[in-house]
């Protein structure tokens, strides 16, 4: 609870760095589920920060049970180059980052997303299936394989998260996978 505030990811920049968060599935209950924050204070603006075809999960807070994690906490409010879209993020208090044009604000439909076991595989009806960018696109950023090596897409389109949609039956699973 005491790394980055407690947050899932951090973002530590420096004058003119490029980070990216692609086809992730993140969660966790510390006080934001991503920050980003100039590393030593020689940031000028140039930074760009790509957040796109992830699933943000939100959860209760694990310091304050009587709030729940913010979405994205940037230390220089709209001073970084920001490009954040195809996102499904459910469940996250939403504070000085907003839903852009392509995200989804609703349950992603995952496996499992209890901490102690969670599992980020998608169900069926998900919002996250097929509704992704392009594999290659974003000059390559998008991978054209998941967390597993499935080869994107298996349906019409990519799947946002970290896991592909495979439509066959997981026998440990409550539906198909």
């Not at 009806?125 to 950023?141: V, Y």
Request: hydrophobic share 35%; charged share 20%; glycine share 12%.
């Amino acid at each position: 609870d005491c790394r980055a505030g407690g947050s899932a990811m951090a973002f530590a920049l420096r004058q003119g760095n490029a980070v990216s968060l692609v086809n992730s599935t993140l969660t966790g209950h510390g006080d934001c589920l991503l920050t980003a924050v100039c590393d030593d204070s020689s940031c000028n603006g140039s930074e760009t920060i790509t957040l796109k075809n992830n699933i943000f999960i939100g959860n209760q807070e694990f310091m304050d049970p009587n709030d729940t994690s913010c979405y994205i906490w940037f230390d220089r409010d709209n001073f970084y180059n920001t490009q954040l879209d195809y996102n499904v993020v459910y469940g996250v208090k939403m504070g000085g980052v907003g839903l852009s044009a392509n995200d989804i604000s609703q349950d992603p439909l995952i496996v499992d997303d209890t901490l102690e076991t969670f599992d980020g595989h998608l169900k069926i009806g998900s919002p996250a299936i097929d509704s992704g960018l392009a594999a290659g696109s974003l000059a390559g950023l998008i991978p054209d394989h998941d967390l597993e090596g499935v080869t994107r897409p298996q349906g019409s389109g990519v799947d946002r998260g970290a896991y592909e949609f495979l439509s066959t039956v997981c026998p440990n699973c409550s539906g198909n996978t």
